[in-house]
């Protein structure tokens, strides 16, 4: 449980960070984010792989490019949530494609058993490191 408590954490940073970086996207703060990043974790974990599937013909014709439409609609539906707002199809696309690149790098940090974690390199002998 610690686990996913950490990624929604992650997801809500990435949703405030895509948040400030367009003008198109809109959250009036940490919860109405918070909230969001729920909704929007909820939608991909039910709807998005339906609306792969059932959308994996036009996805293989255009190499893939299709899922970003998805993405965008399943950040428009999260924009139902009060206090967080999508304005625009092209706002949705470029504004998931910035969450995940941002939910990427954070989950970076994040271990499979949920913990943030880091690397500790130590010089082992000449040029080699462990």
Do not use: Q
């Not at 948040?19 to 974790?41: E, K, V």
């Not at 428009?76 to 949705?92: C, R």
């Amino acid at each position: 449980m610690n686990g996913l408590m950490i990624r929604w954490l992650v997801l809500t940073c990435a949703i405030l960070v895509t948040s400030y970086l367009f003008d198109g996207i809109h959250a009036d703060g940490f919860f109405p984010a918070f909230f969001a990043a729920a909704m929007l974790g909820i939608l991909n974990a039910v709807l998005r792989p339906l609306l792969f599937i059932i959308t994996l013909p036009i996805n293989i014709l255009s190499l893939g490019f299709f899922t970003f439409v998805i993405n965008a609609l399943m950040l428009k539906m999260a924009g139902l949530i009060e206090g967080f707002a999508v304005d625009g199809f092209w706002t949705a696309v470029f504004g998931s494609i910035t969450i995940s690149i941002v939910s990427f790098f954070l989950n970076a940090f994040v271990s499979d058993k949920g913990k943030v974690d880091y690397i500790d390199l130590r010089k082992t002998g000449r040029n080699r490191w462990e």
